[in-house]
């Protein structure tokens, strides 16, 4: 089993910031990759910051939020955070982490998410 508990969501107002965390404990033998996406009320879920291992990595941010959402891990810690500043209110949604994981050594790579935090940004 793996379990990716998120944290850091709450309430702020624009232009502040906030920082989520999602740590990924279990069977977890090795990650591939970490990230983050959100889902507004009405609307699908959409990737907001992605970042791969292995070899150089690399690191995709959504268009809306460049400049102003920074993703980073602690590889020691399977942790992945990401660094929200100037926030404004169509940042608004739920976050969910995702990880692309094996759990074995002989495992294919498997996708696993988080309960999800809220991240409300309103006057």
């Known amino acids: 089993q793996v379990q990716l508990v998120e944290s850091g969501g709450g309430l702020v107002q624009p232009g502040g910031s906030l920082r989520l965390s999602c740590a990924a404990s279990?069977?977890?033998?090795?990650?591939?990759?970490m990230g983050w996406y959100r889902q507004a009320p009405g609307k699908q879920r959409e990737m907001v910051a992605a970042?791969?291992?292995?070899?150089?990595?690399?690191?995709n941010y959504a268009d809306s939020v460049k400049g102003r959402f920074t993703i980073s891990r602690d590889n020691a810690k399977n942790t992945v955070y990401l660094q929200m500043d100037s926030l404004k209110p169509e940042d608004t949604a739920v976050y969910y982490c995702?990880?692309?994981?094996?759990?074995?050594?002989?495992?294919?790579?498997?996708?696993?998410w988080g309960q999800g935090t809220q991240v409300t940004v309103s006057p």
């Open positions: 970042q791969t291992t292995g070899g150089a990595g690399s690191t």
């Open positions: 995702n990880a692309v994981l094996r759990t074995t050594s002989l495992r294919p790579l498997g996708s696993y």
């Open positions: 279990g069977s977890v033998f090795s990650i591939n990759a």
